[in-house]
């Protein structure tokens, strides 16, 4: 790694050139995003003088990239309000603008305002094609718009997570490397994997980017079965020597000069006798006595004072075998990685699919492969300027294709902007050694030194605390410059009690030493302990926030607590709960189907499907949605009418789930259960399990549509909860409004962000690498040691102390106000008795407080008095009060609205045939709030339009006769029907063979085929109103099934008008009950069966599959006029003829309706009978005086009447 120093000047965006490379590093809160979108101000206007680009650029040519799509909506949001806001500058002069804002800077260094202010005007109407990218969208881009020269496959789909992918990869080479093993070589590996998902755990980060070096690793030829046979084969080695040689060791050691004390007579014949049994066993795995490492002859040297050591070639062998890697581990995780690395890109090369990565590697490989060169020069004239955001989150596949692009060519420019201290990603492939290898290289470096978001006081202290190390992050080329304070936050203070608090307050548990359970339970408390004090003393206007002499009283709200994962997070949050303060944990992203809501949604859908179950009811009303207690089941045991009451309810539910869908059926249930209510009741977690309870709705509604029956989605209710996936983005847990509570985050999430107070319980914490990975320090190549040597660990854990301080600084960095930070003397393990040396030192605060050195609680206390300050406070953690903090509920105003005396009209919706004629049935069963379910039902019965009377069961009992009046009555069957005849052309025979298999598919016996095949060819050719014309006959192209129409009605339409016009001009409607429907404006909307022509008029033809009777006399004209009737068909016919009217008089030229429309043909299906021939088909023709009155009756025509 390079130590060479280049000098960084303090950035003055106003002068930055802007043509070049250039590093701009930041430090926290000192307006990173602020400058970024200056820079793009200055590069649209071309100002800057000498340092301007060569001529103003659009917003198209200006290349802003970062790292996730909040930052990229947060950029492209500032950019445009300041354009905006440059636009009105401009026109208006300055006027209204303040002195110091960028916009009055700006405005001196444009010549023509007017001319800008179009320019301007331009770019922001242009910000929708702006170039703001994340860097997989830049590489997405570059990649299609220059397929060509960059090899890009047109049909390839872009998949958002691998996990998938990677699981059945894994799972291959699991199956195709572990399944041939024998039982002993299968059993250790399960040892150490239970499964290949477990596998997949530890080799994930390997998967993506580039692939590490292996180091100390010389197997790569050797199998897995021979690896073990080569380990066994030593062991058993050792064992043999050891039999032949044991019996001498007491003597030989005790004659040494060995520490006794250690070596002792009263030990080491047990010690021998542990390893004597060892040796005598069979050699299945590689697993030693602990004993054994006494016998190392490296242990016995460092045991003997004196020249006199106990020797011999058991001691060494034995040295020579703890000195091996007596595991599987290495060389299956090595070949894992390279196996399944490889797998994967052939399974998405095979699938024509390519992962986010793949975009950067791609276009990597593109710009560096023959013709990259002409690729470059192409994105350079595109982008002749880029703006890398967070920079410090690069990888080296990024850097290398902005360099590629943009290095040797200095007329263009390359901003680089980013702050090393805070890069904290490299669990997502972020690399801090390709920052600084950039770095090294690029020649003009500037920084921001003015903090914009803290106190003063705040600022000072975090300068304090990280000054005190001489390289407090580790890494040279990472140095901490301190910064100032914006003057706009002199006056930015945290009062309690009528004192100013520190801005930093160490909490401080004075003990010797501390275990990590220990230290957690006590932080965790006292973290809560110290919040309820502060929003009681909110609540008591003892505790406030001032700013230029504003205060506010401290709520929930304003507090944050950071944490470093989940587990620390439910720590904080049971804490909490006992001080009775809710929280939202704002960075869970579990499944939303790992929660008991889940769970319960289950037994409750079992129940809903089942009540007859008394098992799944019962476990159904002990849910925690429900609530009944043991006592209340208990009382429904004894008390069977109680009992049939609930059954009947489920059943009820089921009921409303068939017809209507699950959404419905669970709102009846959380209506009469109140589980709304009782969920919220709950202050700690009811708002979080309701959010999950309404989530999961969501989720089952839309899976609904995909899944085939009621039984189908409780089986997929429950897969998805015996395997959750949290990388799917919709299970993803969302978050509750945090407006009234303590928030907890991890710092991961809260980077970028700032919050008034900030709690860091457990800053201690550290974890040490489990894998030996790390990166060369000359050549920055990821390395892997396997082996896990003593240098490739300590290198590693280097490493990881080095981003835990960058973590550190980012959790301490994002107050505004005040931070405390949990602290105490940590011992990771037992303690050991040769030293009082704590592990503190191994975590980012122990390493700044003790400059990096081990010592005891002695040395902590030291630093931490050395610290202490106006602005640093150390507060020792005393026995914790209980008492619980209870909101005070807000005195409501009594308010008293103004009396409202105009009118709402409120008749406009869409409405059908339906709607008009079944409204009473319907109007006493819903109310305004069920509207929705309404309207759904008059859609359903609109386009099904079948007769409900009758069974409705598609299965039926023992058929004395196979016909067409015995067929299936019901919804389901004239659903069926009309489908078929949809489908079938009428000029051909429908296919037996295909018509059981529809039957079957509808849920019919496929031995109603034959009955069925005579009954459509018996439809198809029974003549209509003439020999000459049947559906046989009406060709393809003068017909149109299911026509859609919708008419508007313009002025209100009352029923009694629409009633008495019908009884005008149409007999049939004299005798039909009078209609009653809501008075409505809107539309009307409906489905025609069948449209045709035959011989130049037109027809309209509507199928019927009631069921009138057991024979086709049924079907006579007078039994069709009384089924027309009682459904009010009249309507129907009459309503369809007006849309065939208006549709023939804009569609045909000279259109005459008693020319061209030849009327309405009603078909009842089941009066074709070939027994009862001349039956079912009811023909009418409307008068032209009726429909043109009904036309006028739609139309607005007389504007005044509404």
Not at 191 to 214: H, M, N, R, V
Not at 529 to 534: E, K, R
Not at 754 to 771: G, N, R, T
């Amino acid at each position: 790694m390079s130590n060479r120093r280049i000098q960084a000047y303090q950035l003055d965006p106003y002068c930055l050139p802007l043509y070049g490379q250039r590093l701009i590093e930041a430090s926290a809160g000192t307006g990173k995003t602020y400058t970024i979108a200056l820079l793009y101000l200055r590069l649209l206007l071309g100002v800057g003088q000498k340092n301007a680009f060569s001529r103003p650029l659009s917003v198209e040519e200006i290349l802003v990239v970062t790292f996730t799509e909040t930052a990229t909506d947060e950029l492209r949001s500032r950019i445009r309000h300041n354009i905006h806001q440059m636009r009105m500058a401009c026109i208006r002069d300055g006027i209204g603008f303040d002195e110091n804002s960028i916009f009055r800077i700006l405005l001196s260094s444009i010549a023509d305002k007017n001319v800008a202010a179009q320019w301007l005007l331009a770019a922001e109407r242009q910000m929708d094609e702006a170039a703001i990218y994340t860097i997989h969208g830049f590489c997405q881009r570059m990649l299609v718009h220059n397929a060509f020269e960059s090899g890009m496959l047109f049909e390839q789909s872009i998949i958002k997570d691998e996990h998938t992918i990677q699981k059945q990869a894994c799972a291959d080479f699991w199956r195709c490397n572990c399944y041939p093993l024998n039982y002993s070589i299968s059993k250790v590996i399960v040892d150490e994997w239970s499964d290949p998902e477990a596998l997949l755990a530890e080799i994930k980060p390997y998967l993506q980017g580039d692939i590490p070096t292996f180091i100390n690793q010389s197997i790569e030829a050797q199998s897995i079965k021979q690896r073990h046979q080569t380990l066994i084969d030593t062991i058993k080695k050792v064992k043999a020597l050891w039999l032949l040689n044991s019996a001498s060791f007491i003597d030989l050691i005790t004659d040494s000069a060995i520490n006794k004390r250690s070596y002792s007579r009263r030990n080491l014949p047990g010690w021998i006798a542990a390893v004597t049994s060892w040796a005598q066993s069979a050699t299945v795995d590689y697993k030693t006595p602990k004993e054994l490492a006494r016998f190392c002859q490296s242990e016995l040297i460092d045991k003997t004072p004196t020249v006199q050591v106990p020797k011999h070639k058991v001691f060494l062998a034995i040295d020579n075998l703890m000195q091996q890697s007596l595991t599987l581990r290495d060389i299956i995780i090595s070949k894992a990685i390279i196996d399944v690395r490889q797998t994967i890109v052939k399974e998405k090369r095979r699938r024509g699919e390519i992962g986010f990565d793949d975009l950067l590697s791609h276009l990597d490989q593109a710009l560096h492969a023959e013709g990259g060169e002409r690729l470059a020069n192409t994105i350079r004239n595109r982008y002749p300027v880029v703006m890398v955001d967070e920079f410090q989150d690069t990888d080296p596949q990024q850097y290398h294709i902005f360099q590629r692009i943009y290095q040797r060519h200095n007329h263009c420019g390359l901003l680089f902007i980013g702050d090393p201290k805070q890069a904290i990603y490299a669990f997502r492939g972020a690399d801090i050694f390709t920052y600084l290898k950039a770095k090294d290289q690029i020649e003009s470096h500037y920084t921001l030194d003015t903090n914009w978001r803290s106190s003063p006081s705040m600022v000072a202290a975090i300068n304090q605390l990280f000054s005190r190390a001489t390289k407090p992050f580790l890494f040279e080329q990472i140095p901490f410059n301190t910064v100032d304070s914006a003057s706009s936050n002199q006056h930015l203070a945290f009062i309690h009690k009528t004192a100013k608090l520190s801005a930093l307050n160490f909490c401080y548990l004075d003990k010797e030493v501390v275990s990590t359970l220990d230290y957690q339970q006590t932080m965790a408390y006292q973290c809560a302990s110290q919040i309820c004090d502060w929003l009681k003393g909110g609540e008591n206007e003892a505790t406030w926030l001032y700013r230029n002499d504003v205060k506010q009283p401290v709520t929930a709200a304003d507090i944050m607590v950071l944490v470093r994962s989940r587990r620390e997070a439910v720590m904080i949050r049971e804490a909490l709960s006992k001080f009775n303060i809710s929280s939202v944990f704002l960075s869970n992203q579990e499944s939303v189907f790992a929660t008991d809501e889940a769970r319960d949604l289950l037994w409750l859908l079992q129940a809903v499907l089942s009540p007859e179950k008394e098992r799944t009811l019962r476990c159904a009303l002990a849910t925690r949605l429900i609530g009944l207690s043991a006592q209340d089941i208990e009382q429904l045991n004894q008390d069977e009418s109680q009992w049939e009451i609930r059954v009947e309810e489920f059943a009820n539910y089921l009921l409303i789930w068939q017809r209507h869908g699950i959404l419905p059926a669970l709102r009846a249930i959380m209506v009469n259960h109140r589980i709304a209510e009782n969920l919220l009741m709950d202050n700690i977690d009811g708002e979080r399990r309701l959010m999950d309870v309404m989530h999961l709705s969501e989720l089952l509604q839309e899976a609904e549509l995909q899944l085939e029956s009621e039984h189908a989605l409780v089986r997929w209710l429950a897969q998805q909860i015996d395997h959750p996936d949290p990388l799917v983005e919709n299970q993803q847990i969302r978050l509750e409004s945090d407006s009234h509570l303590v928030s907890i985050s991890t710092i991961h999430k809260s980077k970028g962000l700032e919050y008034p107070i900030v709690w860091l319980p457990f800053a201690c914490q550290f974890s040490q690498q489990k894998l030996a990975t790390f990166h060369n320090r000359d050549n920055f190549q990821t390395c892997l040691d396997l082996t896990q040597q003593e240098e490739s660990i300590r290198l590693a854990n280097e490493e990881r102390l080095a981003e835990d301080l960058r973590l550190l600084y980012v959790a301490l960095t994002r107050s505004k106000y005040h931070c405390s930070v949990g602290i105490a003397p940590l011992i990771k393990g037992r303690p050991s008795g040769e030293s009082d040396n704590t592990d503190l030192h191994q975590s980012a605060l122990g390493y700044l407080l003790q400059n990096g050195q081990p010592g005891n609680a002695t040395l902590l206390r030291d630093a931490l008095c050395a610290l202490a300050s106006e602005n640093i406070s150390i507060t020792p953690v005393g026995d914790i009060n209980l008492s619980p903090w209870y909101q005070k509920e807000n005195t409501p105003v009594n308010l008293l609205a103004r009396n409202f005396t105009g009118q709402i009209q409120n008749t406009w919706r869409v409405t059908s045939y339906s709607g008009l004629t079944y409204h009473d049935m319907y109007s006493n069963k819903f109310t305004t709030s069920d509207i929705s379910i309404e309207i759904a039902i008059q859609d359903l019965a609109l386009k099904m339009d079948v007769d409900a009377q009758g069974d409705s069961s598609s299965v039926q009992g023992e058929i004395a006769e196979w016909s067409v009046h015995t067929f299936p009555k019901g919804a389901t069957a004239g659903t069926f029907l009309h489908s078929l005849l949809e489908l079938l052309p009428f000029n051909q025979h429908p296919q037996e063979s295909w018509l059981a298999e529809k039957l079957e598919q509808a849920g019919f016996s496929a031995d109603w085929a034959p009955v069925l095949k005579l009954w459509l060819i018996n439809i198809f050719d029974t003549p209509l109103l003439s020999d000459s014309l049947s559906l046989s006959k009406i060709t393809p192209e003068n017909q149109l099934n299911e026509m859609q129409f919708h008419l508007p009605i313009e002025k209100l339409l009352l029923p009694s008008a629409l009633d008495s016009l019908t009884h005008q001009y149409d007999v049939l409607s004299q005798r039909c009950p009078p209609l009653s429907f809501e008075p409505v404006t809107g539309v009307l909307k409906g489905y025609i069966d069948l449209v045709f022509c035959w011989q130049d008029k037109f027809y309209l033809l509507d199928y019927k599959s009631n069921w009138l009777g057991e024979n086709g006399l049924a079907y006579s004209q007078e039994a069709i006029q009384n089924a027309m009737i009682d459904h009010r068909y009249d309507l129907q016919y009459q309503l369809y003829t007006l849309a065939m009217h208006r549709y023939l008089r804009n569609r045909l030229p000279n259109y005459d309706y008693q020319k061209h429309f030849g009327g309405i043909i009603y078909l009842f299906l089941r009066g074709f009978d070939a027994k009862d021939p001349g039956y079912g088909i009811y023909h009418t023709i409307p008068t032209y005086a009726f429909i043109n009155s009904l036309d006028e009756l739609f139309n607005a025509t007389n504007r005044g009447e509404q």
